[in-house]
């Protein structure tokens, strides 16, 4: 962060923005990846109650697939460059897909797929997804075994 130093000051303000959305999307990208694991062995129940009820449902001789479709509105910051004479928007919105399979009414697997506007630490997106399952487990209101 000492090139933020070196900027000036109309400069440095999107630089640091930007860093710290980015900073964001990197922890809320790491609670999507230890959904992976972490989620592994949940009941369809506890999954329906934490994650809420599916967008969509399939099932085939591999199992039952529960499919969350979200698109979680992103903080955004719009900060003003005078030198320009218009402004600079940063956006953390994105897309997620989260699919959960599920054999004999547990989750076997996860697929977590997201997009976002940064272009950095893609699941992002699924943070709020898992994250209330996530509280849930680690506080033992529900369990994976």
Do not use: H
Not at 94 to 100: D, M, Q, S
Not at 126 to 143: D, S
């Amino acid at each position: 962060m000492a090139f933020l130093c070196r900027l000036t000051p109309a400069a440095a303000v999107p630089v640091a923005l930007f860093l710290l959305l980015g900073s964001c999307a990197a922890r809320d990208a790491s609670v999507a990846d230890a959904a992976r694991t972490e989620m592994v062995g949940l009941r369809a129940d506890d999954l329906r109650l934490c994650a809420g009820p599916p967008d969509k449902r399939e099932t085939s001789d591999a199992g039952e697939f529960w499919t969350y479709d979200r698109t979680p509105s992103g903080g955004g910051v719009s900060v003003p460059v005078p030198v320009a004479g218009g402004s600079v928007s940063f956006s953390g919105g994105g897309i997620c897909r989260a699919t959960f399979q599920l054999v004999e009414g547990r989750v076997t697997r996860i697929s977590i797929n997201g997009t976002n506007e940064l272009g950095v630490a893609r699941d992002a997106a699924c943070a709020p997804v898992v994250q209330g399952c996530l509280r849930m487990i680690r506080a033992g209101t529900i369990r994976t075994e």
